[in-house]
């Protein structure tokens, strides 16, 4: 199956007092992951070409927690469940990018 997205979730967990801080403890990565799986679950989204995954550290902990969408390397920054009920209609149904919850890392 080809995919037409495939969306990286940061659930790094890092110990309390990390200097780079974790997506985990800044607004819950692991949380905002298990609301992706459920919206895709309600949605019957997974034989329509997306395809989402939990990450290790994306290397954007600043403005953690991150998400990625590929083929495009979109970044946004969710912080609520809303964030990724947005996320997954806008981007992954109409097929357009949310442009208030993107951020551009850089290196």
């Known amino acids: 199956m080809s995919h037409k997205y495939h969306a990286f979730v940061c659930s790094q967990s890092r ?3 990390h200097p780079r801080g974790c997506c985990t403890s800044r607004g819950g990565g692991q949380k905002l992951f298990e609301r992706l799986v459920a919206v895709m679950n309600e949605r019957n989204l997974w ?12 290397g954007f902990c600043s403005f953690g927690p991150a998400m990625v969408v590929y083929p495009e390397g979109v970044w946004y920054q969710p912080t609520r469940a809303e964030d990724i009920d947005e996320i997954v209609q806008s981007h992954f149904v109409e097929g357009k990018p949310v442009d208030r919850l993107r951020v551009y890392p850089s290196k």
Not at 47 to 58: F, T
Request: charged share 15%; net charge negative.
């Open 15 to 17: 110990p309390e007092g």
């Open 47 to 58: 034989g329509e070409g997306v395809s989402v995954a939990q990450s290790s550290c994306l």
